[in-house]
């Protein structure tokens, strides 16, 4: 992985994390909600940890549709 990628990784990353804790404290979403809003799956057991990732892979993927990151 080259530096601009493990650069644009730990922003998507940070952006993820501000977006749960966002979600969490304004909302009162428990990580199972976060998890369905972004990926429509149903997660009894999910972390907050589980969250980011979802969100992250759902940011990643609309960047990469969009044309803001390269494959």
Known sequence: MTQQQREVN???ASMAEEQVLFL???YKMNADEIISLYTGEKRED???SDAIRSIMAFNSQNAKMRGFIAS
């Open 24 to 26: 969490k404290n304004r």
């Open 46 to 48: 999910a972390t907050y």
């Open 10 to 12: 730990a922003t998507i």
